[in-house]
Nanobody, 126 residues
Framework: QVQPVESGGGSVQAGGSLRLSCDTS????????MAWLRQAPGKEREGIAY????????YYTASVKGRFTMSLDNAENTMYLQLNSVTTEDTAMYYC???????????????????WGQGTQVTVSS
């Protein structure tokens, strides 16, 4: 099965920073829309950052905009999510996800992202 592999999660104090990585080498040539998603305990999975395969158009949801930064290193087949100024509300399992869009336009609907990794846990303490 083709799956990305996340890493970099851990425990951090509120106000701190963390960088998550996603190895996309297993599927890069077959997926042209990528995202970072997260799921907190008792909550639905939510998309927080989206981009196309070129990484030249990145969208952030309001809850993370200005604090999180998504980037791609296509030479290394790696996708990153830099988390800054974290709060306890950011505690969640974080996933990188992708799908192939026939039109090239990338959806922000979580259900469209059919390729998921195992996730990496981020825990923020106050």
């Amino acid at each position: 099965q083709v799956q990305p592999v996340e890493s970099g999660g851990g425990s951090v104090q509120a106000g701190g920073s963390l960088r998550l990585s996603c190895d996309t080498s297993a599927y890069t040539s077959r997926r042209n829309c990528m995202a970072w998603l997260r799921q907190a305990p008792g909550k639905e999975r939510e998309g927080i950052a989206y981009t196309n395969a070129r990484g030249d158009s990145i969208y952030y949801t309001a809850s993370v905009k200005g604090r999180f930064t998504m980037s791609l290193d296509n030479a290394e087949n790696t996708m990153y999510l830099q988390l800054n100024s974290v709060t306890t509300e950011d505690t969640a399992m974080y996933y990188c996800a992708a799908y192939f869009s026939q039109s090239g336009a990338c959806s922000k609907l979580v259900d469209r992202y059919t390729t998921w990794g195992q996730g990496t846990q981020v825990t923020v303490s106050s």
